[in-house]
C-alpha cells in the first residue's frame, strides 16, 4: 500500500504512523504474554505497586483518538 505512486507524501506518513505504533502495541502486548508465562512459571515473582487503573485506562483510550477524529467520531472522556 506505501508503494502505490498516487498517495500523498501526507497520506503515506499516516500509514506509517499507524503501522509503527500498532508493532509498539503488538510489541508490548508479546512482552506481557512472556512476562505472564513466567509468572505462571513461576520464574519471576509478582512486584507489588500502586497503579492508577484510571490514567491507564485513559492513555489507552487516547491511542484510538487519531481513528476517533478520521472517522468522526465522538468521544467524552473523564479523568479524575
Known amino acids: 500500500m506505501l508503494k502505490?505512486?498516487?498517495l500523498t507524501e501526507e497520506k503515506r506518513q499516516e500509514y506509517v504512523d499507524t503501522i509503527t505504533n500498532a508493532a509498539k502495541r503488538l510489541n508490548a502486548l508479546i512482552t506481557n504474554i512472556l512476562r505472564l508465562n513466567k509468572l505462571e512459571k513461576q520464574s519471576i515473582s509478582p512486584h507489588?505497586?500502586?497503579f492508577d487503573l484510571c490514567e491507564q485506562l485513559v492513555q489507552s483510550a487516547l491511542l484510538f483518538e487519531p481513528v476517533w477524529e478520521e472517522k468522526g467520531i465522538g468521544q467524552r472522556l473523564r479523568y479524575g
Open 4 to 6: 502505490k505512486p498516487e
Open 48 to 50: 507489588v505497586s500502586e
